[in-house]
C-alpha cells in the first residue's frame, strides 16, 4: 500500500516540476480563447494535487493501519482517512482549477447547504456513519439485529452498512442464510439495535428449557440439568463472568450474577418447565444448545423412575 503511495508522491514531484519548465516549453497562442500555457499549468498543478492527495493517503493510511490492533479498527481508520482526504483533494483541485481559493470554500457552504434540502437521506446517513463512528453501538465483526435484519457486519461506508445475514426467511437457528443485506446508516438514528458481540462483552445469556411432569424427581432433574451444563460451558462462562461483572459495576443496575450455570423452574399447567442459564458466545449458541439439550435428554431417559415427562407432550 505505501509503495504505491511512495510512486504517487513521486509523480507529484514530477507534475510540479513540470508545470514550472512547461512555460518555457509552451508557446505563447491561445486554445478555445484559453491561454494554452495557462491551462497546460493548471493541468499539470492540478495533476500534482490529485497524485499528492493519493500518495499522502496509501503512505499514512499504510503506517497507520499497520499498528491498528484489530481489523476493525483497520477498516474504521480507511473509511475516516477516504473522507478526510477526500475532501482535501477536493478543495485542492477546485481551487487549482478556478484559482480562487476563498470562492471554493464559500462555494462549497452554498451548495452544501443546498444539497442539505436536495439530498436529506443520504446526508442523514453520513451523519449516521459519524455517530457509528464516535458511539459505537456496533462496528465490522459483530452480530447485530437492526429492525428486521440480523447478521455480521461485514462493511460499513460512508452511506450504508452490510450485514452478512442469519436467520431471514431461508432458515432458522441463527444460521447464515447467504443472502447480503444493506441498510442505511441512517437507520440507527431512529432504530434500535441490538448487538450480540460487543467487544467489551461478546457473550449472551442463554437457557436450554425441558418440560417434564409433575411426577418428577425436581431435584434430580435440577442437579442433572446444572451438572450436563457446567460440563459443556461451566469453565468458559467461569472465566468471562467477571467481565461482565464489570460492566455491571459500571452502571447503577444491582444484579447477582452466578459464575456457573443455574436452572429456574416455572409451574405450567400440565406440566413443569426447567431452564438451564448460562453464557455463550452468539455464534457457538444453537451447537451449544444442541450439546446441552441432547445431553439432558439422554441422562433423563435413563432414569425413567426419577424424571417422568408429560403424557400430552408432542415428540
Sequence with gaps: MRRVGYLSLIGAGVAAVASRLVTQVVEPRTLWGL??????????VATAVVLATYGTYRVVGGWLT???ASKRRRHDLRNVLRLAFGLVGLIGLLGVVTE?????????????????FALQQPLFSLIGWVYIM????YQVGDRVAIEESKGDVVEVNFLVTTLWEINGELVSSNQPSGRIITLPNSVVLSSHVKNFTQEEFPYVWNEVAVEVAYETDLDFARETMIRVADEVVGDEMERNIERYRERLAETPVE???QSRPTVNVTQEASWVKLRVRYIVHPRRGQRTKNRIYERILAEFNDNPDQVKFPVSRNR
Design 66 to 68: 499497520e499498528r491498528a
Design 35 to 44: 491561454s494554452a500555457e495557462r491551462m497546460a499549468v493548471t493541468a499539470l
Design 100 to 116: 480562487q481559493w476563498l470562492g471554493v470554500l464559500f462555494s462549497l457552504g452554498v451548495v452544501g447547504f443546498a444539497v442539505t
Design 134 to 137: 464516535v458511539n459505537r453501538p
Design 255 to 257: 444484579l447477582e450474577v
